[in-house]
């Protein structure tokens, strides 16, 4: 198709009741390989033979695949493969399916030979104005009869030309018993090559050569007429040109390789010299140094680094995740101490519901604490005598003298000591 080529169309069978049309395609093979569609629709898929020959002559192949797009499935698909590089293809057809794709096609190349006629006529209208004008120059530049008549007045007519016989025949009064004039007369003539009209041109190629003028002459080193013309155009002193001693670092256009430094950078840069520091044992150190870059480049490129720790050998004794598992972290308030997560401990809840004044062997709370050295023995009772928990035992009175009983709260302990 367009652009790659000029559209080409098959022309397309009518259906007729009762009707089959036998069709052969020859398609060239490329590398061995020819993949393409079938040029007919409703193709009888059992009707497809393949033979290197036109007509099923040849030899038969049988390696080829036919398919049935899924969008068009009254079209066909043929994918042969053989060593040969040309194959037909024979099939039969009820005739062809027109889709709107054809139409598609069609208006497309008709859209696209637009744009190509478009193309061509601004073309070849740019091409006739040219060609309008080289006319135009051409007539301007056209020699009138004048001019023709005038030049044509300049020729040598036949009475104004000597024969060759009457050149001759000076050529023999001239030379009279002269061998070396003969001879030069002999190669000038040898050199016309017997030109019945030499006079005419030996008249004009001395019509190119340039007249002496006394004083001056030629040599290879001469300046051109061109040349001459280029000289002649360059203005006095032009060439003149004296270089200052001095002149402003201004003028100079720095680049990549040539840069100018400035005062504050020549400064850094001589503090970053004699800020220098020289190794006393460089030539040691210098050793190390290349002895590890050795080292370091007779290392084998690591090229697979495992990406999970299942993949490194335990010769450490690492934790796994089962033995963190097995550990119980994570339940201390969570799963098993605190189920009803209410932020107690379950068995410290199940501390506050005992009847403590029930509980047997329980200590005596009525003992004083006694005071011997500097620490106390003995059990502090709670005063007043009221019910309390664990959690409501906030302060220890620390006094010399007795608790006020009125101004102790519920749960409050003192302690007396001497």
């Known amino acids: 198709m367009y652009p790659e080529s000029i559209d080409k169309f098959t022309e397309k069978l009518n259906k007729i009741d009762g009707n089959t049309y036998v069709i052969e395609e020859e398609v060239e093979l490329k590398d061995g390989v020819y993949e393409g569609e079938l040029q007919h629709d409703n193709i009888s898929n059992t009707s497809v033979r393949v033979y290197t020959g036109s007509k099923l002559t040849g030899n038969k ?4 695949i036919l398919s049935t797009p899924s969008k068009t499935p009254w ?13 037909y293809i024979t099939y039969e057809t009820q005739g062809d399916t027109v889709e709107a794709e054809d139409i598609n096609k069609v208006q497309e190349s008709i ?17 006739i104005g040219n060609l309008k004008v080289r006319a135009g120059n051409l007539e301007n530049k056209k020699s009138d009869k004048t001019y023709v008549d005038t030049e044509l007045n300049k020729r040598y007519l036949k009475e104004q ?14 030379i009279g018993t002269a061998p070396e004039a003969l001879d030069t007369l002999s190669e000038i003539a040898n050199a016309l090559n017997n030109d019945p009209d030499f006079a005419g041109t030996i008249t004009k190629e001395l019509a190119n050569k340039v007249d002496k003028i006394e004083g001056k002459g030629l040599s290879t080193e001469d300046y051109t007429t061109t040349e001459k013309a280029k000289l002649a155009g360059i203005e006095e002193n ?3 040109y004296i270089h200052p001693a001095s002149h402003s670092a201004d003028m100079i256009i720095e680049n990549k390789n040539r840069r100018f430094i400035n005062d ?16 006393s044992n460089k030539s040691i150190l210098d050793k190390i140094t290349q002895e590890l870059i050795d080292n370091w480049n007779d290392k084998a490129d690591i090229n697979s680094i495992p990406t999970k720790i299942s993949q490194l050998e335990n010769d450490k004794k690492y934790i796994t995740q089962d033995d963190l598992s097995n ?10 101490y605190d189920k009803n997560q209410n932020g107690k401990v379950d068995i410290a809840e199940m501390a506050e519901s005992v009847d403590w004044m029930n509980i047997q062997n329980k200590p005596d709370l009525n003992k004083k604490i006694s005071k011997a050295g500097d620490n106390f023995t003995g059990i502090a009772k ?37």
Do not use: C
């Not at 030309?161 to 001239?174: A, D, Q, S």
């Not at 550990?327 to 969570?334: A, F, K, L």
């Open 61 to 64: 192949i049988e390696n080829f």
């Open 75 to 87: 079209k066909r698909e043929i994918k042969i493969f053989d060593d040969k590089p040309k194959a």
């Open 111 to 127: 859209v696209n030979t637009q744009i190509e006629v478009e193309k061509y006529k601004a073309s070849n209208n740019l091409e």
């Open 161 to 174: 030309v000597f024969t060759k016989e009457e050149v001759l025949e000076k050529i023999k009064n001239i």
């Open 238 to 240: 032009a060439n003149k």
């Open 264 to 279: 504050t950078e020549k400064t850094n840069f001589n503090e970053a010299y004699n800020k220098r520091h020289e190794h």
């Open 327 to 336: 550990t119980g972290q994570g339940d201390m308030h969570t799963k098993k």
């Open 382 to 418: 709670a005063y007043p005598n009221t019910s309390y928990t664990v959690s409501q035992i906030r302060n220890i009175i620390l006094s010399p003298n007795d608790a006020n009983a009125n101004a102790m709260n519920d749960g409050e302990i003192w302690i007396k000591y001497k």
